[in-house]
């Protein structure tokens, strides 16, 4: 096969050898050194990118929320919703387009996600929230600078909107949330009922959007602790200090802990009424 045949996205010639018993075994040459490194971390530097274009897009579309008169809680959501769907085309090929823990944890639990790619996944997760963070950051610097801390840090966290949300409240929101999105995720990649194909980054994308229509004022909707630990940290880095954490109360843990069991629960609800594929309830 000649090199012209290899597409030119490839970056890695195929080499085929035959071994002493037969067999053909088939090993990679990268082209470049990058191209070496690249091939190896792949999953990891898929994550990253998509989280980083979700958390862009999405803490993007906050900015534009408080800075413009011509943007709505719709529009916001909506930013959400196709941030998680573009981060999912980027990724999605190559690493399944987590962009998510809780959704990694789900898919170790639920879909036999190895567990020793778990940590690789939450820290090209976690990173990626933050490279999104600092991008909406640089992008809004000076109105960023020019106005009040206690509403430009709305921008990268979430929090209790208003003070009539309680704690358990928020906790019940960002759990609900979060484990209608894992349904949706893993009903759309059900073979066994009505698979969503290369339209289920859309349809993820939508169900983020129309959960945050639905039931996202209370608290922001994070359902990522990516989503919302990285960009708290870059918060604290960047300016606002510790009051990032201890801002309503020590608040920061909630959309830490809620979505991890709202991502089970989640799974588990789609598996005991629906799902008849290998799982922990079906073995």
């Keep these: 096969m000649s090199d012209s045949h290899h597409h030119e996205s490839d970056p890695l010639l195929e080499r085929a050898e035959r071994g002493g018993s037969g067999v053909v075994r088939v090993r990679y040459e990268p082209r470049s050194k990058w191209a070496g490194v690249r091939h190896k971390f792949k999953k990891a530097f898929a994550e990253f990118l998509g989280t980083a274009i979700l958390v862009a897009f999405g803490s993007g579309a906050i900015a534009q929320l408080v800075f413009s008169p011509n943007n709505s809680w719709f529009t916001m959501s909506l930013g959400w919703g196709l941030g998680l769907t573009f981060g999912i085309y980027v990724s999605g090929g190559i690493s399944g387009g987590h962009l998510n823990p809780a959704v990694t944890l789900a898919q170790a639990i639920f879909r036999g996600l190895p567990w020793a790619e778990v940590p690789i996944y939450w820290i090209s997760q976690f990173a990626g929230a933050f490279a999104g963070a600092v991008v909406v950051y640089a992008t809004n610097y000076h109105a960023i600078r020019a106005a009040d801390p206690k509403t430009t840090i709305g921008i990268f966290v979430t929090g209790r909107q208003t003070g009539d949300v309680s704690t358990i409240a928020a906790f019940i929101a960002e759990f609900l949330g979060t484990a209608l999105l894992v349904l949706v995720i893993l009903a759309t990649s059900d073979r066994g009922n009505t698979p969503a194909g290369n339209v289920q980054p859309l349809i993820i994308g939508l169900s983020l959007a129309a ?73």
Excluded: H
């Excluded at 359902?223 to 960047?238: C, E, Q, V, Y």
């Design 211 to 283: 959960i945050g229509n639905s039931f996202g004022w209370e608290t922001g909707f994070a359902l990522n602790p990516a989503r919302d630990l990285s960009p708290r940290i870059f918060t604290a880095i960047a300016g606002w200090g510790l009051g990032a954490f201890t801002r309503q109360d020590w608040y920061f843990w909630v959309p830490i802990v809620a979505p991890f069991l709202g991502a089970i629960g989640g799974a588990l609800t789609y598996d005991v009424f629906v799902y008849g594929g290998p799982s922990p309830l079906n073995s």
